[in-house]
């Protein structure tokens, strides 16, 4: 409230507040001090006359004369301000009385002594009247002086009081009232005299803010004043010099500007041509990459592929000796392209990872697979362990993750004299549908020191840059893992110790899959016992692992006598020990004295599966009864190695040979364009090895009149021809086939580049797939079964065409396969057939459901899951019908329509067979 008042109003506070407050006590002080007085002497006037009518009336009252005491009485109201008089006899009793009557009620003090009570009005006073009285008037007193003989009464009004009160009141209020204007009057004028040179100061600045810094002020009439007009003239001057320096400077630093926009503008121009450059640069370096991925691998997809070929022909062992070391050259050499190519990709932000299903330890069994000859050149123990509470069945880019991995493995290879190379995989964290994995590649290597571990992760840097390195590369593998994994969302790092080994790992997250039936332990497996030789304690501990996800009771020997004690016990005991898995070396247990143990074993209804080095295959294999079964490489492929072990408990039909005839069945047309006639010829024999109608053709042109004159099931078209490349000829095959609404054919783009959007630029041109040269067999087939539903020879573990469902080379109901499958025990045979048959018509019954409300996920699950059921029971040609159906349902491929139809004949076949067979 005092913050908003003027200086005006302040100075008059500051002056009316103190001196009324002043005036106003003093005069109410000195009026109640007046009126107090006033007050005192009336009482005390009171008294005294009282007093005075005591011995006045004592002759009287003790005459008991009430005339007397009636005149005294009226005389006594002449007094000033009395206005009532009393007389009572000792008694109290009334005898006389002048004036109205009286406004207090008697006073109640003791019977013999003076009391008195006041009100607003009037005082009352009460005065006792004894016979010593007399004395003061001349009669003789009685002989008792202190009888009392009657009581005087009076009462005074306080009118003339208060009205003295008031007007000693009102003239003091006059008397403030007066001396509060005179100080206003004085107060305004002192105000008037500050504020208007306040006003004239306020004026001026309001000057000096709207840019008038000419403005002075003049004098203002008193010293403090001019002191401080004389400081606002001084900070005027100097805001004006200011002013004009700052322009000053301003007009020199517009100057300065304009000059240096001049040399931007000319820069930018400068900087604009560079950036041109740069950019036509990038684009000659990303088309020089892939002209080169297409120069390189198109001779390499000639040179791998014919020493493919070549290999499967009779050679002499230095002839296979020279034809493995151009592979290995090869490989190499596509190796250091891969990594070239995947690092420029990486580094333009080109890189797409893909998203589809794989088996976590499939594919770590596949890497450690792919490098154990070089490990096992060196004699290292290299293994792998994939801890039980992992998650198996995973969503993400497996090439990719499998490249970071083999990555590792390799250098921790390159990097170690002796010792073991362990691949681990444990989980850390899982949710619903994720798990957050951790892989680690640890070794008992050379180490790396701290200003080594700097220099990890940067690119063309190896861990060994001497001269005397044994170790080559490029140097770019570290980078290109680290910007994998941190593309897929993960982290890698290092840990280790100089002269005792180092740790890679990698921490990722990955979305779960649905878990794959061929994970579960085979019916054959379940429940029996195997011993295990291993001496190396780490591998025999992955090795009893791998046995025990496959359903079997393991016992572990570090040595070989004691395996065979524990076989011969268990052999006359109750739980024979049916299998053995030996975990050998050269070293360890030679071949000359493998013979005679296996030998030993059989006799005692023990089977057994020899693993041995990569390098050591040969020396093993005419150990061996049969070795084809028998032998198997180190580390041990869990897949591999269970389905091994039940080819020994039920064996099966002797496999396909590839000189074989296919089965029946339409063979695929299959047309191949290619401009270099070596990959045309290469693809041709591949194609034509597996058993399908090959067409080839040199260029777009002679395509297109193919495709006019003869009706393919697919089409491998290279993409850089001259003349018309495989985008135009794809694009005119197109269009033909939209002219004559022909079903369009597959088509299959051969391509060597490796940049990322290659494929976008292919599959928008209308082509449907591409390969990636070099190419093999395995990739041509699952082509062709993909987008066909035709099987080639030489695709999956038996190498036989898969038959529809109705062909008639598949039996409808085999009792000697569902035999087998249930490990010779008939009773089991019949309740897994009956299982199977009870369930069918609640399985046929949800495959109609789910197919008539078009609910794809819900057809695929149950197509599965009776496939599933199929696995374990003599029914090849529902088993038939349950893959191709479920084949084609995943690739979303129309043709899945009429393999349901299929499917469900199949099953109508089944449910009469089985009625009749009843």
Sequence with gaps: MFKDLSIKGRVLMLTLLPTSLLALVLGGYFTWVQLSGLQAQLLQRGEMIAEQLAPLSAPALLRGDAALLQRIATQALEQPDVRSVRFLGAAREHLAHAGPSMLNAAPTGG???????????????????FEQHLSLTGAPPGESASRLLGWVELELSHHSTLLSGYRSLFASLLLIVTGLAVTALLALRMSRSINEPLRRIKQKVALL???????????????????????????????QNAQEELQHSIDQATEDVRQNLETI??????????????????????????????????PLNGILGFTNLLQKSELTPRQQDYLGTIEKSADSLLGIINEILDFSKIDAGKLVLESIPFNLRDLLQDTLTILAPAAHEKQLEL????????????????????????????????????????????????????AQLRISVQDTGIGLSDEDLRALFQSFSQADNSLSRQAGGTGLGLVISKRLIEQMGGEIGVDSTPGQGSEFWVSLSLPKARDDAEDLPRPPLLGRRVAILESHDLARQALEHQLEDCGLKVSAFADLDSLLEAV?????????????????????????????????????????????????QALYHEALPDAYSQLQAKPACTRKLQRALAELISPRLPLRRETDPPAPGRTARILCVDD????????????????????????????????????????????QMPGMDGRQTTEAIRLWEAE????????????????????????????????????????????????????LRGQGPERTAAPHAGDGGLAVLDTAEGLRLAAGKPDLAADMLNMLLDGLPSDRQAIRQAREAGERNALIERVHRLHGATRYCGVPQLRAACQRSETLLKQNDPAAQQALDELDAAIDRLANAAQVSA
């Design 265 to 298: 503008e000319i820069q930018n121009i400068e900087l604009d041509f560079a950036r041109k450059e740069a950019l036509e640069a990038s684009r000659i370096k990303s088309e020089f990459l892939a002209n080169m991925s297409h120069e390189i691998r198109t």
């Design 568 to 616: 011969d016990a268990a052999h006359h005991g109750e739980q024979p020990i049916n299998l053995a898995v030996l975990g050998v070396t050269a070293q360890s247990l030679p071949p000359e004295n493998l013979g005679q143990r296996i030998w030993d074993l059989q006799h005692l209804a023990c089977k057994t599966v020899v693993l041995c080095p990569t390098t050591e």
């Design 111 to 129: 019977d013999l002594q003076a009391a008195r009570r006041s009100s607003q009005d009037a005082t009352r006073f009460l005065l006792p009247v």
């Design 209 to 239: 803010k709207d840019g008038n810094l000419a403005t002075r002020l003049a004098p203002l009439g008193s010293h403090e004043m001019d002191e401080l007009a004389s400081g606002i003239n001084r900070m005027a001057e100097a805001l």
């Design 383 to 434: 293994l792998s362990l994939v801890y039980r509470d992992t998650p198996l069945s995973l969503v993400g880019d497996p090439l990719r993750l499998k490249q970071v991995l083999t990555n590792l493995v390799s250098n921790a290879i390159k990097f170690t004299r002796e010792g073991s190379i362990v691949l681990r995989a444990m989980l850390e964290d899982e949710s619903a549908d994720h």
């Design 740 to 791: 004559r609404q022909r079903t369009p054919v597959p088509v299959i783009a051969l391509t060597a580049h490796a940049l990322a959007n290659e494929r976008r630029a292919l599959l928008q041109s209308g082509l449907d797939d591409y390969l990636t040269k070099p190419i093999s067999e395995r990739q041509l087939a699952q082509v062709v079964l993909k987008w066909t539903g035709l099987a």
């Design 676 to 719: 270099n006639p070596a990959n045309l010829l290469l693809v041709q024999t591949l194609l034509e090895d597996m058993g399908a109608t090959v067409t080839g053709a040199n260029s777009g042109y002679q395509a297109l009149e193919e495709v006019q004159q003869t009706s393919f099931d697919l089409i491998f078209m290279d993409v």
